[in-house]
């Protein structure tokens, strides 16, 4: 059965959406994501992705007092995004208690540091973050697209023992618009021995319910969820 991670987005320590990754397309949502989580754990949810915005735009780890309270205060398995360039970083992350830290800039940017930290906690930890628009990977919170195709993006890390690639299509998040089923049944059909985690425009049941039918590892919902195109109470049945 496909995993299912509810998305929390953080600025200044509240839970928010964007759209397309745009800063200026901001909605709050919850001025207390411990709330929000505790919501999400009184369904049965057992994973949580939790992302750092501020992190991803200031380029160190802010909301890590959030990841703190909430793994303090919940059972969920949080795994934790954006910011995340340093090894102190890192170290601060698993600190504040997150099961798994999902990094995608440094992957691209500086592979000699990504796989360190491969060798160093195991690829159990750690998600390799592949943010793609139009089949190139963007870094930096979404800001820079790059050259590189993200099935090369892929393969490469393979190689290098990744187990899990989060994939999230930027030209469909946060827009409602339906996730791009196509885009992930090729990823899985190319690389099977991989967790590949879809993520970005999941806007109903009926999408889940595909990606589960084709391998994938798992699925973060946001906007839906808090949009209430997706309900929680339609989310149980994959517990």
Same mark, same amino acid.
């Given at each position: 059965?496909?995993?299912? !991670? ?29 709330? +929000? ?5 009184? $369904?049965?949810?057992?994973?949580? $992705? ?11 780890? +802010? ?38 830290? &999902?990094?995608?800039? !440094? ?71 339906? &996730? ?21 425009? +999941? ?37």
């Amino acid at each position: 059965m496909i995993r299912i !991670v509810p998305a929390i987005d953080l600025i200044d320590g509240k839970c928010v959406r964007l759209t397309q990754g745009d800063y200026a397309q901001k909605k709050i949502y919850n001025e207390d994501p411990l709330e +929000v989580a505790r919501m999400f754990e009184a $369904h049965g949810i057992k994973y949580l $992705h939790l992302v750092d915005l501020d992190g991803a735009r200031q380029k160190h780890v +802010v909301n890590h007092k959030v990841l703190e309270r909430i793994t303090a205060n919940t059972k969920l398995s949080v795994d934790f995004g954006g910011g995340i360039k340093t090894d102190e970083d890192l170290k601060l992350v698993f600190q504040s208690g997150a099961a798994q830290a &999902t990094i995608g800039s !440094v992957a691209v940017s500086n592979p000699e540091l990504f796989e360190s930290w491969l060798q160093t906690y195991g690829a159990e930890k750690i998600i390799l973050g592949a943010d793609a628009k139009d089949g190139k990977i963007a870094v930096s919170g979404w800001m820079d697209v790059t050259n590189l195709d993200i099935f090369d993006f892929f393969a490469a890390y393979e190689k290098k023992q990744v187990n899990y690639v989060l994939c999230t299509d930027i030209s469909r998040d946060g827009m409602l618009q339906g &996730t791009a089923i196509d885009l992930y049944i090729n990823l899985v059909k190319r690389f099977p021995e991989l967790k590949i985690i879809a993520s970005g425009g +999941v806007t109903r049941v009926e999408e889940i319910d595909r990606l589960n039918e084709n391998g994938l590892f798992a699925v973060i919902i946001g906007k839906a969820i808090y949009e209430g195109r997706i309900t929680l109470k339609e989310l149980e049945k994959y517990q």
